[in-house]
């Protein structure tokens, strides 16, 4: 049994940071995938780390804003988060066993977290 469990989420002010963790319990897979939902849209992709060397893929609207780096022992990936806009208001999730295909596609990952609420203000 994989299990994700997203924290760090919160209410910031625009221009502020907040980092979000995700724990795996169970099989670790080669690669994590981050996601988001803003209010009223579709889950949109984030960003990818592959877990074996560390190799990093962002979505250009957070590319030079939004890091990911991971911490094997503890089998946990980070979403550093940067200069955030109100903009990037959305539940964050966490997901992984990536079965091939593109990132961005949510039917390509199967295992999700419960996702973690991020509010920016103006």
């Known amino acids: 049994q994989v299990q994700l469990v997203e924290s760090g989420g919160g209410s910031v002010e625009a221009g502020g940071s907040l980092r979000l963790s995700c724990t795996v319990s169970?099989?670790?897979?080669?690669?994590m995938g981050w996601f988001r939902r803003p209010p009223g849209k579709e889950r949109e992709w984030v960003g990818t780390?592959?877990?074996?060397?560390?190799?990093?893929y962002l979505a250009t609207s957070v590319l030079g804003r939004f890091t990911i780096s991971q911490d094997s022992a503890k089998k946990t990936v980070y979403l550093q988060m940067n200069s955030l806009k109100p903009e990037d208001t959305a539940i964050y999730y966490c997901?992984?066993?990536?079965?091939?295909?593109?990132?961005?596609?949510?039917?390509?990952?199967?295992?999700w977290g419960q996702g973690t609420q991020v509010s920016v203000s103006q």
């Open positions: 997901a992984t066993a990536f079965s091939g295909g593109t990132w961005s596609d949510t039917s390509n990952w199967r295992y």
């Open positions: 169970g099989r670790a897979y080669s690669a």
């Open positions: 780390i592959r877990t074996g060397g560390s190799s990093t």
